[in-house]
């Protein structure tokens, strides 16, 4: 069988070819000698991988998994003693004015009417239990609940909850949304209308699913129509958008295996789709980019293969492993909801680098010069150009006509890198008023039914949907002195001000947990909630049932959640933060042998980080963008974005510092003064880099037009940092550093006897050539 010639490393000045021996040029060599297998391979187990995970499921966080510290206790000790935490729903009956009493409006014969309607219609879908009504219902057996009367006198609500667990509750609600639509089109005179916990679970899975098709529909041609404009072909441009959407099938598939060990989400699946499709895409183009810039310096396609394999194939290597390893920081967590992430995202950005190492340059094998078919016009092929033209187009030359406005920066880059640090220093300083809740109901639009609903029955029974459940524990919750301690909780925090009826009370079977749901004041994640939160569990619990011995009391509920995952978060935070830094500086001194330029590019990350908080802050805690982006502020930002934010740009930004900071030392080692080898280098590496920043800002910004408020978050985040990063950074700020590290950044190479520089081979994961035909540093 004929094979064909091995992927190879060229060293600098010498035409002598030796074999490369990195991870990324052995699977090239692999791939090239079994074509068929590898491009056949790939896509059979795309599709094999997709089958068995959707044979096998995946499987999804529950509620009980969300619980972290005092909020998780309370929920296992609920857990423990039978209780199933169902699904509860409400009905809002509404009339447009209202009665002189609760006597009066309850006297209404239409209003009455609607209560009994609606009791009667839930209650035969056979779905619902423990209804409860301010009114006597003989086929519900239950007695009126004067509690289920608004204090304006205009409102009452019928309650109940959905049989079995909460949650698969979603599952079983739409039979009862439809009992309760017919109710209100039998009542035209009043307001008839559902809100819970499990129609608002239903209304947030449809949310989303519109998002995913809106996503695609967006992200995909939008991504494609700038890689036609990258490289000037439909073949070349289709390539990185096949390969990154088979990843991210292949991906889904693996994480319904990985979710045995780390259940996920739907937050888990928008960030896959997100860094997935991000990645995909830039790995391929830098691997594709470097491939068609050697054949147009006039190398053949072997060639042209073997150092786009050597170079690119090694910084994405280097790249996919940096942010997985990243990823894997948010374990350091222990939050259930980051674990899902973490490790769906690792498994995207793994098999996006193994596509890309493998299927990416098998094809290219197989295709050659034919990437460049369906030209668009106007475009020629890169084999069209003759050397000398490839060269002049990377010419890295430093005269006056090559200065540019860069060149005149860098002829001060003390000032330079003041002012430019000085104003992304001031674009941060709003990050220190940030402030993180859990997203509840008000991450979906205020457009939905569902939201208005919610807001409306809010206003007429304040805390009703942001109720915090106390969870009593001793020996006998029903002797004389704990149930007079439950009956002062309940007086004490109705006292407060801050926590109303009505407030309900359960009793397990075995008569030693009593659970105590009390409305309180607020959302549920703002701050009047957690001022609230706080006088339960700091003054009203100790003063009463905390004070029995032998009792405790633990509480749990949304608001508690919030607090407590907060609370864990922030105190997990500095460890992520420490092993992103330190695997960064690591990373950074492996590939440049450089402290103070892994140091630089390390503070340089954090800086472009805390700009995006900066930004995140004044666009989603006030109201000024909030037409512009189509949501309403919520006053917070999502509490899992900050700490996702910071994971992800540290990895992504490896791209950037690894072909940059490459391009730097190379021209640097070609015996080129500092500031020259910085404009050189930020030259020739700023097509590639600047294609892959428009790819990832075009994919990022998709997501700040979906519905929900936090993906609006994490796609501005992303795409700020990332265009920041690429831009300002890359372009003005680093140079300047750099040139201000000046020759402490890297010693030069050795000197021969006859006083020519001769650079030492790279061993940068994207090492440029520097040809003696052409005397050139060659760019991307």
Same mark, same amino acid.
């Given at each position: 069988?004929?094979?064909?010639?091995?992927?190879?490393?060229?060293?600098? !000045?010498?035409?002598? &070819?030796?074999?490369?021996?990195?991870?990324?040029?052995?699977?090239?060599?692999?791939?090239?000698?079994?074509?068929?297998?590898?491009?056949?391979?790939?896509? @059979?187990?795309?599709?094999?991988?997709?089958?068995?995970?959707?044979?096998? +499921?995946? !499987?999804?966080?529950?509620? &009980?998994?969300? +619980?972290?510290?005092?909020? %998780?206790?309370?929920?296992?000790?609920?857990?423990?003693? *039978? =209780?199933?935490?169902?699904?509860?729903?409400?009905?809002?009956?509404?009339?447009?004015?209202?009665?002189?009493?609760?006597?009066?409006?309850?006297?209404?014969?239409?209003?009455?009417?609607?209560?009994?309607?609606?009791?009667?219609?839930?209650?035969?879908?056979?779905?619902?239990?423990?209804?409860?009504?301010?009114?006597?219902?003989?086929?519900?057996?239950?007695?009126?609940?004067?509690?289920?009367?608004?204090?304006?006198?205009?409102?009452?609500?019928?309650?109940?909850?959905?049989?079995?667990?909460?949650?698969?509750?979603?599952?079983?609600?739409?039979?009862?949304?439809? %009992?309760?639509?017919?109710?209100?089109?039998?009542?035209?005179?009043?307001?008839?209308?559902?809100?819970?916990?499990? &129609?608002?679970?239903?209304?947030?899975?449809?949310?989303?699913?519109?998002?995913?098709?809106?996503?695609?529909?967006?992200?995909?041609?939008?991504?494609?129509?700038?890689?036609?404009?990258? =490289?000037?072909?439909?073949?070349?441009?289709?390539?990185?958008?096949?390969? %990154?959407?088979?990843?991210?099938?292949?991906?889904?598939?693996?994480?319904?295996?990985?979710?045995?060990?780390?259940?996920?989400?739907?937050?888990?699946?928008?960030?896959?789709?997100?860094?997935?499709?991000?990645?995909?895409?830039?790995?391929?183009?830098?691997?594709?980019?470097?491939?068609?810039?050697?054949?147009?310096?006039?190398?053949?396609?072997?060639?042209?293969?073997?150092?786009?394999?050597?170079?690119?194939?090694?910084?994405?290597?280097?790249?996919? @492993?940096?942010?997985?390893?990243?990823?894997?920081?948010?374990?350091?967590?222990?939050?259930?909801?980051?674990?899902?992430?973490?490790?769906?995202?690792?498994?995207?950005?793994?098999?996006?680098?193994?596509?890309?190492?493998?299927?990416?340059?098998?094809?290219?094998?197989?295709?050659?010069?034919?990437?460049?078919?369906?030209?668009?016009?106007?475009?020629?092929?890169?084999?069209?150009?003759?050397?000398?033209?490839?060269?002049?187009?990377?010419?890295?030359?430093?005269?006056?006509?090559?200065? *540019?406005?860069?060149?005149?920066?860098?002829?001060?880059?003390?000032?330079?890198?003041?002012?430019?640090?000085?104003?992304?220093?001031?674009?941060?300083?709003?990050? =220190?008023?940030?402030?993180?809740?859990?997203?509840?109901?008000?991450?979906?639009?205020?457009?939905?039914?569902?939201?208005?609903?919610?807001?409306?029955?809010?206003?007429?029974?304040?805390?009703?949907?942001?109720?915090?459940?106390?969870?009593?524990?001793?020996?006998?919750?029903?002797?004389?002195?704990?149930?007079?301690?439950?009956?002062?909780?309940?007086?004490?925090?109705?006292?407060?001000?801050?926590?109303?009826?009505?407030?309900?009370?359960?009793?397990?079977?075995?008569?030693?947990?009593?659970?105590?749901?009390?409305?309180?004041? *607020?959302?549920?994640?703002?701050?009047?909630?957690?001022?609230?939160?706080?006088?339960?569990?700091?003054?009203?619990?100790?003063?009463?049932?905390?004070?029995? !011995?032998?009792?405790?009391?633990?509480?749990?509920?949304?608001?508690? +959640?919030?607090?407590?995952?907060?609370?864990?978060?922030?105190?997990?935070?500095?460890?992520?933060?420490?092993?992103?830094?330190?695997?960064?500086?690591?990373?950074?001194?492996?590939?440049?042998?450089?402290?103070?330029?892994?140091?630089?590019?390390? %503070?340089?990350?954090?800086?472009?980080?805390?700009?995006?908080?900066?930004?995140?802050?004044?666009?989603?805690?006030?109201?000024?963008?909030?037409?512009?982006?189509?949501?309403?502020?919520?006053?917070?930002?999502?509490?899992?974005?900050?700490?996702?934010?910071?994971?992800?740009?540290?990895?992504?930004?490896?791209?950037?510092?690894?072909?940059?900071?490459?391009?730097?030392?190379?021209?640097?080692?070609?015996?080129?003064?500092?500031?020259?080898?910085?404009?050189?280098?930020?030259?020739? &590496?700023?097509?590639?880099?600047?294609?892959?920043?428009?790819?990832?800002?075009?994919?990022?910004?998709?997501?700040?037009?979906?519905?929900?408020?936090?993906?609006?978050?994490?796609?501005?985040?992303?795409?700020?940092?990332?265009?920041?990063?690429?831009?300002?950074?890359?372009?003005?700020?680093?140079?300047?550093?750099?040139?201000?590290?000046?020759?402490?950044?890297?010693?030069?190479?050795?000197?021969?006897?006859? *006083?020519?520089?001769?650079?030492?081979?790279?061993?940068?994961?994207?090492?440029?050539?520097?040809?003696?035909?052409?005397?050139?540093?060659?760019?991307?």
């Amino acid at each position: 069988m004929r094979t064909r010639p091995p992927i190879t490393s060229t060293s600098h !000045h010498s035409t002598r &070819s030796t074999p490369a021996t990195h991870l990324a040029a052995r699977a090239a060599r692999w791939s090239v000698r079994h074509r068929r297998l590898a491009i056949g391979g790939w896509f @059979l187990g795309v599709v094999l991988l997709t089958v068995l995970g959707s044979l096998v +499921g995946t !499987h999804t966080l529950t509620d &009980s998994d969300y +619980g972290v510290g005092e909020d %998780a206790r309370a929920r296992r000790t609920l857990a423990d003693h *039978g =209780f199933t935490t169902p699904a509860s729903e409400n009905v809002l009956i509404q009339r447009p004015d209202a009665a002189s009493s609760p006597q009066t409006l309850l006297a209404d014969q239409q209003l009455r009417g609607a209560i009994g309607d609606v009791a009667e219609r839930v209650l035969a879908t056979g779905a619902v239990t423990n209804l409860r009504a301010p009114v006597t219902l003989p086929q519900a057996d239950t007695e009126a609940d004067l509690g289920l009367v608004s204090p304006d006198r205009r409102s009452v609500l019928v309650t109940f909850e959905i049989l079995a667990d909460a949650d698969t509750a979603t599952d079983r609600i739409e039979p009862v949304l439809a %009992a309760v639509d017919a109710a209100a089109r039998e009542h035209p005179g009043l307001r008839v209308e559902e809100v819970g916990e499990a &129609s608002a679970e239903k209304a947030l899975g449809d949310t989303v699913g519109k998002d995913f098709k809106r996503a695609e529909l967006l992200a995909i041609p939008l991504t494609l129509g700038i890689l036609l404009a990258v =490289f000037g072909a439909v073949v070349a441009a289709l390539i990185p958008v096949v390969l %990154a959407l088979t990843a991210f099938a292949a991906a889904l598939g693996v994480v319904a295996f990985s979710s045995r060990l780390l259940p996920t989400d739907e937050t888990a699946t928008s960030v896959m789709l997100l860094i997935g499709l991000a990645v995909g895409v830039d790995y391929a183009l830098f691997y594709i980019r470097r491939e068609r810039a050697e054949r147009a310096a006039g190398h053949s396609p072997r060639q042209a293969l073997e150092i786009a394999a050597d170079t690119s194939g090694h910084a994405v290597l280097v790249s996919g @492993l940096t942010v997985a390893v990243s990823m894997a920081g948010l374990l350091i967590t222990g939050l259930d909801v980051f674990s899902g992430v973490a490790g769906g995202t690792v498994i995207v950005v793994l098999i996006a680098v193994l596509g890309s190492l493998t299927v990416l340059p098998a094809v290219l094998s197989w295709l050659g010069d034919r990437v460049e078919l369906l030209r668009l016009p106007g475009r020629r092929r890169v084999t069209d150009r003759t050397p000398a033209h490839s060269a002049a187009n990377n010419n890295t030359g430093t005269g006056p006509a090559r200065l *540019g406005i860069m060149g005149r920066l860098l002829r001060h880059p003390g000032p330079v890198a003041v002012v430019t640090g000085g104003l992304l220093v001031l674009l941060a300083l709003p990050a =220190f008023g940030l402030r993180t809740s859990e997203p509840g109901i008000d991450d979906l639009p205020d457009d939905l039914p569902i939201i208005q609903s919610y807001d409306r029955v809010e206003a007429a029974f304040p805390g009703e949907q942001s109720a915090a459940v106390v969870v009593v524990s001793a020996d006998d919750v029903r002797s004389a002195e704990v149930a007079a301690a439950i009956t002062g909780l309940r007086r004490e925090a109705v006292a407060t001000g801050v926590m109303y009826e009505p407030i309900t009370t359960e009793i397990s079977g075995d008569g030693r947990v009593a659970k105590i749901a009390i409305p309180i004041a *607020g959302s549920g994640t703002d701050d009047v909630s957690q001022r609230a939160l706080a006088r339960l569990r700091d003054t009203v619990i100790p003063a009463t049932v905390g004070a029995v !011995h032998g009792t405790s009391a633990d509480v749990t509920g949304r608001t508690a +959640g919030s607090v407590d995952f907060n609370r864990q978060l922030n105190g997990r935070t500095p460890l992520v933060i420490g092993f992103v830094l330190v695997l960064a500086f690591l990373l950074l001194l492996a590939a440049f042998r450089s402290a103070l330029v892994a140091a630089a590019a390390v %503070a340089l990350n954090l800086l472009s980080v805390a700009s995006a908080y900066g930004l995140l802050v004044v666009v989603f805690q006030h109201h000024w963008a909030d037409d512009l982006l189509g949501y309403t502020s919520t006053g917070t930002i999502t509490n899992w974005l900050p700490l996702m934010l910071f994971v992800i740009l540290f990895g992504l930004s490896m791209d950037y510092q690894v072909f940059v900071l490459s391009r730097v030392r190379e021209a640097y080692s070609a015996g080129l003064p500092m500031r020259e080898a910085v404009l050189a280098g930020v030259r020739s &590496s700023a097509g590639v880099v600047t294609s892959a920043a428009v790819i990832m800002v075009a994919v990022f910004s998709v997501f700040a037009t979906l519905s929900q408020v936090s993906m609006k978050q994490l796609g501005v985040g992303l795409g700020a940092a990332i265009l920041l990063d690429a831009t300002v950074i890359r372009v003005i700020l680093m140079p300047a550093v750099l040139t201000l590290i000046g020759e402490r950044a890297w010693r030069r190479p050795a000197v021969t006897a006859a *006083g020519v520089s001769v650079p030492r081979p790279s061993t940068s994961p994207d090492a440029t050539l520097v040809s003696p035909a052409r005397g050139a540093v060659t760019g991307e």
